[in-house]
């Protein structure tokens, strides 16, 4: 599988719009797939800046590879991965007074854009392959 592009950011919200130009910027994907991808791409930087624990932050890398398809490739540090993972099943959507948001719908919004997504759980970085 080959890689078109890729890019690494540090875990801030300030790189939200660099990670949005950087999809947006792939030359030869149709519109429908740079929209899946950019919104499959931002909810789980949104969640490694909101959840991610990691005794040294790094950057977040980000590849865009195509083959049959395309497939998005997020790896990072992280030391909690299970916890998102059994966060997949168990977090019901819901609204949080608190925020005032609701939550638990992300992830599962990711899982209806893609055509599957793969976890791969290491001892200090793992990664998620999402293909479009």
Known sequence: MGVIRQISLSPVYRNLPVLEDFIRSC????DKTRDRATLI????FDNIICHSKSLFKGQVLFQIRKNNSYTLFIKYRTCNFSRMLNAL???APHFDRLSRRYRGLGLRMCSNLSSRTEYHKGLFTSSITIIL
């Open 27 to 30: 030359s030869g994907m149709d």
């Open 41 to 44: 791409a931002t909810e789980y």
């Open 89 to 91: 099943d168990s977090t």
